[in-house]
C-alpha cells in the first residue's frame, strides 16, 4: 500500500478564531485565508486532518454535542470557500479531569490513527498549529511542522520555535511552503 502525505491542522486560533471553549456554533469564525489553505491542498489531493484538544468537554464547557455542532459549522463555512476537511479527530481529555492521555495533543494517538484510517504517511505531512503542542507531534513522527503564530501562541513557545525555524506567519505560508517542497510519500 502507498502511503501519501497529509496536512495535519490544528483547528482553534489556526483554522477558525480562538474563541476559548466553544460551545456555541454561531461564534464559529474562519480566519483569514484558512479557506484557501484548506482548499489548495484539497486542489493538490492532499487529505486535510483536523486534530484538535477540545479539554472543555472534560472541564464540562461544553458538551460532545455542542462540540459536533461546532465542527459542521466549520465543515459548511469551508465548503461555502470550496474546501473540504476530509477527517476531524478530537480529544476531549484534561489531565486534571481525566488524568494524562495518548491522544491530548502533543501526544501522537490521534495522529496513528488518522494515518491508519486514511493511508497516511506520517514522516511525510505536514503539522500546523498556533501552540507547540500542535506542531511537536510532527516532529515526533518525522514530519514538517509550522506554528502560525495567533494571540493565544504563549511568547516563550513562539521564541523556542522562531529558534527551531518552525514559524510562518499565517496558515496560507505554512501551506504554500510545504506543498512547493513536499516530501515524497512512502509506500
Not at 472541564?59 to 463555512?77: F, I, P, S, V
Not at 503542542?133 to 513557545?157: F, I, M, N, Q
Request: hydrophobic content about 40%.
Amino acid at each position: 500500500m502507498t502511503l501519501r502525505a497529509a496536512a495535519f491542522l490544528d483547528r482553534d486560533g489556526t483554522l477558525i478564531e480562538d474563541a476559548h471553549y466553544l460551545a456555541d456554533a454561531d461564534r464559529v469564525r474562519l480566519l483569514p485565508g484558512a479557506a484557501d489553505a484548506v482548499r489548495a491542498l484539497n486542489d493538490r489531493g492532499v487529505p486535510v486532518v483536523v486534530v484538535t484538544n477540545q479539554s472543555g468537554i472534560a472541564r464540562g464547557l461544553l458538551t460532545e454535542a455542542q462540540y459536533l455542532e461546532t465542527r459542521h459549522r466549520l465543515d459548511r463555512l469551508l465548503r461555502a470557500g470550496n474546501a473540504r476537511i476530509d477527517a476531524t479527530f478530537h480529544c476531549p481529555h484534561h489531565p486534571d479531569v481525566d488524568g494524562p492521555c495518548e491522544c491530548r495533543k502533543p501526544g501522537t494517538l490521534l495522529f496513528r490513527q488518522a494515518a491508519a484510517q486514511l493511508g497516511i504517511a506520517l514522516d511525510a505531512s505536514l503539522y500546523v498549529g498556533d501552540r507547540l503542542r500542535d506542531v511537536e507531534p510532527g516532529l515526533a513522527l518525522g514530519g514538517v511542522g509550522r506554528l502560525v503564530p495567533s494571540g493565544s501562541t504563549p511568547a516563550d513557545e513562539l521564541h523556542r520555535a522562531s529558534a527551531l525555524g518552525l514559524v510562518a506567519p499565517t496558515l496560507v505560508d505554512a501551506v504554500t511552503g510545504w506543498l512547493e517542497t513536499p516530501v515524497p510519500a512512502k509506500s
